[in-house]
């Protein structure tokens, strides 16, 4: 009876850390957390909000503190990353040719998701400072 040979033992990689495409892949899934948080927050935030001044004044006290402040930049950069790859990934899905229509140009697709991104996220800047009532 023979045996089968078998491969020496490989060193492992590193796994996602080894590899940009796994690193940005595992990045990316892992900000569906920091959504989760994002929108824990948000909730908390209007729930305070509905509650009076003084849940108010304490939100703001809690979010304007420096830890506040460190992690809603980690979270605004966590969700920036998710919605930079979101729109990246998003352009390739419609350049598909169907029957006699050709496909939109992937670059054109991109910078008019881009454009759309910015103009949406300046129009809810506005809206909520309070700038156009």
């Given at each position: 009876m023979s045996s089968t040979p078998t491969l020496a033992a490989r060193?492992?990689?590193?796994?996602?850390?080894?590899?940009?495409?796994?690193?940005?892949?595992?990045?990316?899934?892992?900000?569906?957390?920091?959504?989760?948080?994002?929108?824990?927050?948000?909730?908390?935030?209007?729930?305070?909000?509905?509650q009076g001044a003084a849940a108010w004044a304490r939100v703001l006290g809690v979010l304007g503190s420096p830890l506040g402040l460190l992690v809603s930049a980690f979270?605004?950069?966590?969700?920036?990353?998710?919605?930079?790859?979101?729109?990246?990934?998003?352009?390739?899905?419609?350049?598909?040719?169907?029957g006699p229509i050709p496909a939109p140009n992937m670059t054109l697709?991109?910078?008019?998701?881009?454009?759309?991104?910015?103009?949406?996220?300046?129009a809810v800047i506005v809206a909520l400072s309070g700038i156009i009532v």
């Open positions: 060193e492992p990689d590193g796994w996602w850390t080894g590899h940009p495409r796994y690193r940005n892949y595992v990045l990316f899934a892992a900000t569906g957390i920091v959504l989760s948080i994002v929108n824990v927050i948000i909730l908390l935030t209007v729930s305070a909000a509905a979270l605004l950069l966590a969700t920036l990353f998710f919605a930079i790859r979101y729109l990246r990934v998003g352009a390739k899905i419609p350049a598909v040719r169907l697709v991109l910078v008019l998701q881009f454009v759309g991104f910015i103009t949406v996220s300046l």
